[in-house]
């Protein structure tokens, strides 16, 4: 009895010891992009009506993969297959207020992003999906809303995918995601 009593100790302290390490670092380091940009950094403002300006009404969290001189559209992301748009994690949006995207009227709320890339345009769609890991739980049957768009050819190598939120005209924001030679801008309406 005793030795059972000691192995389940010395078990129980291993786990404890594997518990207090950190995992390695990550490839692809999470990032994030807000609407105001500079939401983030609002307390900064040096007036109450620029701080209340500032805060967020739209944040995009994701993983962003590195190009290492691979082939990324058409190869390593087959076209016409769905995306997580990034790596790890699926990508996820967080509206802070109401907004109508591709059309639909969409609540404030937490969705995942996913794209479906063709050779001269992309599909996003919103999910209700979350916390997941890459697609491997994406349904369609969970899409609420898309956009396509036709795709830009960028005049640099777009080394890391990256994505960036910013004003066109009022309440009217895009939603711009770039990698390798490829970008895209997904426009939505804030309400």
């Not at 990256?162 to 939603?175: D, P, R, T």
Request: with cysteine; aromatic share 12%; net charge positive.
């Amino acid at each position: 009895m005793k030795k059972y009593l000691i192995l389940i100790v010395i078990a129980f302290a291993c786990s404890q010891i594997k518990a207090q390490k950190f995992e390695k670092l990550d490839k692809s380091p999470m990032d994030r992009a807000y609407y105001p940009a500079n939401a983030a950094i609002r307390f900064f403002e040096k007036t109450e009506k620029e701080k209340k300006a500032a805060e967020p009404k739209v944040r995009v969290s994701y993983s962003r993969p590195s190009k290492k001189g691979r082939e990324i559209f058409g190869a390593l992301l087959k076209f016409n297959e769905p995306w997580r748009i990034g790596a790890n994690e699926s990508t996820e949006i967080i509206f802070m207020t109401d907004v109508v995207f591709g059309g639909t009227d969409i609540k404030a709320g937490r969705y995942s992003l996913i794209a479906i890339p063709e050779q001269n345009q992309w599909t996003l769609k919103l999910n209700t999906l979350l916390d997941g890991w890459g697609n491997y739980g994406y349904k369609p049957s969970q899409d609420i809303a898309s956009i396509t768009v036709p795709t830009q050819i960028s005049k640099k190598v777009i080394e890391q995918l990256s994505m960036a939120l910013y004003k066109v005209s009022e309440n009217k924001i895009h939603l711009k995601i770039g990698w390798d030679n490829t970008f895209a801008e997904f426009p939505m309406t804030l309400k």
